[in-house]
């Protein structure tokens, strides 16, 4: 869908500098690489997580809800939680199955994010390959339906006596590695033209106070 006359209709309302800075992230946006969270039931793991999906390029987060609900803190997640495209998978008997279908269906490897000695390391991972990484509740991990569904297993490298690292640390240190790593070769990880504007448009709703008032003038 062509959404020009709107954006154009909207950008009225936003200052050169901020359709500037939007127009800069998105260059740098990407889908080649998305985050799965599964049942986080702490704010504060969810919040920091979605902030480094924010600073190293990632539109979209998953979050599966099977026993806890979650949600992100502004004071943790800084606002990053505004710039996101949010898929919740809360409505189903087995939630994390819906996800996995939804995500594979788009082209998307699934990547367990596990500490087991089987799993390979981060620097190592391929990342020419459209790629899910899901990360699991706190203290247990990721379930066992993501473990055998996985098409690989993944880990941070570790050298002390301390066996796993607070999830939304090692969401950081991977999402650091393989999105620096990408766009260091040819593969066509930025969004498309049309991800791009569907994109920019969602940005310019979420900056506009009164937006609603102002989508139905322009509806009028």
Known sequence: MDHSKLI??????????RKE????????????????LEDLYQKHNTSAITRSCDIFGIQDLHIIENKYQTYVSNQVG???QKWLTFHRYNQELHNTQACIDAVRAKGYQIIATTPHETSEFVGNFDITKKAAFVFGVEKEGVSDMVLAQADAHLKVPMYGFTESLNVS???AIVLQNVSSRLRDTPVPWQLSADEKQAVYLQWLQKSIKSIDKILKRYEE
């Open 8 to 17: 154009a209709y909207l950008e009225a309302f936003v200052t050169e500098e």
């Open 21 to 36: 800075t939007f127009q800069k992230v998105l260059q740098n946006r990407t889908r080649h690489f998305t985050v799965i």
């Open 169 to 171: 640390v090692a969401a």
């Open 78 to 80: 800084k606002g990053s």
